[in-house]
């Protein structure tokens, strides 16, 4: 079994589609961070266990998510419908095979699913960590898989945006292997608030920047 960290924020209209794709040896874990649409009684009217993280931020998300799961294997990945629950196999079994440590999707965008300036800063931001850790990356992809004690002893601190490049480059630090492969990458539901508009892009940059510094 996997436990299936989504970071929610206003996710109303994505959830009912991620929720009901998700295949029967995942249990989804709603870490709801604040949503004003009512994400997450949606997601417990689902069955879905739901975390509640009053402190804003995607790290903060993803950590209280990390800290409330149970399952050795876990997955993260968005929930606004812009990955499918149905290819986690493709991040999930490379790492429960023992071939890699951390699996990252490489997204493979299909057209009007990935702004430019976010296709730009995204290739970026991968050139720059797979550099520092010797790894050849296209991608810092938001679906990805790893054990779950491996990556709590990480002791990752950022609880922003920088969250998913700590993780990497704390991961190459401490010798995982990490590799990643295509996942398909739909159009959103809803509106983005991160990497999907200009101003998430140069926040994203921002804590890499800041995380680069400090890692």
């Not at 149905?86 to 951390?102: K, S």
């Not at 797979?130 to 002791?155: F, S």
């Not at 159009?187 to 800041?210: E, F, I, N, Q, W």
Request: hydrophobic share 45%; glycine share 12%; charged share 25%.
């Amino acid at each position: 079994m996997i436990d299936v960290i989504l970071p929610v924020l206003d996710e109303a209209e994505a959830l009912p589609w991620v929720i009901a794709r998700m295949p029967g040896d995942c249990r989804p874990i709603v870490v709801d961070n604040g949503s004003t649409d009512g994400s997450g009684a949606i997601a417990r009217s689902l069955g879905v266990k739901v975390v509640e993280e009053p402190v804003p931020g995607f790290g903060a998300a993803c950590y209280a998510g990390l800290v409330a799961a149970e399952r050795d294997l876990v997955c993260f990945m968005d929930c606004d419908a812009s990955l499918d629950p149905g290819d986690l196999w493709r991040v999930a079994d490379p790492v429960r095979e023992g071939r890699v440590d951390l699996m990252l999707g490489r997204r493979m965008a299909e057209t009007g699913a990935w702004p430019m300036h976010a296709r730009w800063g995204n290739r970026v931001i991968a050139i720059a960590i797979g550099r520092r850790i010797g790894v050849a990356l296209q991608d810092v992809g938001p679906m990805r898989a790893m054990r779950r004690t491996a990556v709590l002893g990480l002791e990752l601190r950022d609880r922003r945006f920088g969250w998913p490049f700590e993780m990497v480059l704390a991961a190459g630090a401490a010798g995982w292997r990490i590799a990643e492969g295509p996942v398909p990458y739909l159009p959103r539901a809803g509106r983005s608030k991160v990497t999907g508009t200009v101003l998430g892009t140069a926040k994203a940059m921002r804590d890499l920047t800041r995380v680069m510094r400090c890692t």
